[in-house]
């Protein structure tokens, strides 16, 4: 059984200029233990639906399962204590700025009613987990970005959450930050088997840390399946657009302007692990005489493995572009046209 199970929800807001569609039927389905990334740009109802998940938000059609059970057959009181296994954290961390490191921890255990010696140890064992466990009497004014996050993983996961909620938990951080809070989150994923979706609008993010991936554009889900393959394979011109821009790897990548490159025809080829080792461009140009432009090379992470990525453009007199592709394909490497890469 999946731990979370969206069921064609969808959500309406009634405002002075009319109705809003935030969200339009969309289904998905989150397995245990699994990290799963949400992406999409600003206004794509990403945050609404992750909002929906625990209900503080409340879908205006359609059901939300937790391991089964629907939110929306629960009374008030009931959600509160469902809500217990489903921890939460936020772009801009959200800490009480009066209350020192440790107490902010605590907070949600003395919610709770445990009592202050229970919830400062358990506190402490927390902080020790997110590596702050040296400044559990320092107060949030005088912590960097990280180190904010940090405490808002541990207040998260005080109450020993199933499922934990990343609303744009990177957004607000620099990259090598961004780096060691995602390093952080895949250890807690495996060391607690806690089951982690992540709301962001960074590709890099969702290549970084997850195995699955939903991609969200005006409301409704445009394609959704494993990173590697919709990072191979892109179906949807929101996947392409996000693939083409995207600069986690330390690389820009702008479009290219094909006036320049004087080609006729472009393709995007990814290179899977095994085919790294041969230099199958090169050896390419050598047996069919004909020449190729690299627009743009780079390397990505992708659920931890390399992926190498180029964008070809093969001349206008080049007689042998099938006879090229087919090559490319025999040898392991997934093509697709690449117009979408190029400015037009």
């Known amino acids: 059984m999946s731990e979370i199970v969206i069921?064609?929800?969808?959500?309406?807001?009634?405002?002075?200029?009319?109705t809003v569609h935030a969200l339009r039927h969309v289904n998905l389905s989150i397995e245990a233990g699994d990290i799963y990334g949400i992406i999409g740009m600003s206004g794509a109802g990403k945050s609404t639906l992750v909002r929906c998940m625990n209900f503080l938000e409340t879908p205006t059609e359609g059901q939300i399962l937790i391991k089964g059970e629907s939110f929306g057959s629960f009374s008030e009181k009931q959600l509160r204590k469902q809500r217990e296994d489903i921890g939460m954290i936020f772009q801009h961390f959200n800490l009480l700025m009066q209350k020192n490191v440790l107490e902010n921890v605590c907070f949600p255990l003395y919610i709770q009613g445990k009592k202050k010696r229970e919830a400062k140890e358990r506190a402490?064992?927390?902080?020790?987990?997110?590596?702050?466990?040296?400044?559990?009497?320092?107060?949030?004014?005088?912590?960097?970005?990280?180190?904010?996050q940090r405490v808002a993983i541990a207040r998260a996961l005080a109450s020993n959450?199933?499922?934990?909620?990343?609303?744009?938990?990177?957004s607000a951080l620099d990259p090598q930050?961004?780096?060691?809070?995602?390093?952080?989150?895949?250890?807690?994923?495996e060391r607690f088997h806690i089951t982690i979706?992540?709301?962001?609008?960074q590709l890099s993010v969702v290549r970084e840390i997850c195995s699955h991936v939903a991609i969200m554009s005006d409301g409704e889900v445009e394609e959704q399946g494993l990173v590697s393959e919709i990072f191979t394979h892109p179906k949807s011109a929101v996947a392409k657009e996000l693939i083409r821009n995207d600069s986690g790897s330390?690389?820009?990548?702008?479009?290219?302007?094909?006036?320049?490159?004087?080609?006729?025809?472009?393709?995007?080829?990814?290179?899977?692990?095994?085919?790294?080792?041969?230099?199958?461009?090169?050896?390419?140009?050598?047996?069919?005489?004909?020449?190729v432009n690299i627009l743009k090379a780079d390397t990505k992470n992708v659920g931890g493995r390399a992926k190498g990525e180029m964008i070809l453009g093969f001349g206008k007199d080049c007689k042998k572009i099938r006879e090229m592709k087919a090559y490319l394909e025999e040898r392991g490497l997934a093509i697709e046209e690449a117009n979408e890469y190029v400015e037009q």
């Open 161 to 170: 959450p199933k499922i934990l909620l990343c609303d744009e938990a990177t």
């Open 124 to 148: 402490m064992e927390l902080l020790e987990i997110v590596g702050l466990g040296d400044r559990a009497k320092t107060y949030p004014a005088q912590l960097s970005g990280g180190q904010k």
């Open 250 to 291: 330390g690389v820009e990548n702008q479009k290219v302007a094909q006036e320049e490159i004087r080609s006729d025809e472009i393709i995007r080829v990814v290179f899977s692990e095994n085919s790294a080792f041969e230099p199958v461009i090169a050896n390419m140009i050598l047996k069919f005489q004909e020449p």
């Open 7 to 18: 069921q064609n929800v969808s959500k309406t807001y009634e405002t002075k200029d009319g």
């Open 177 to 189: 930050t961004t780096s060691s809070i995602l390093e952080l989150l895949k250890d807690i994923n």
């Open 197 to 201: 979706v992540i709301i962001t609008h």
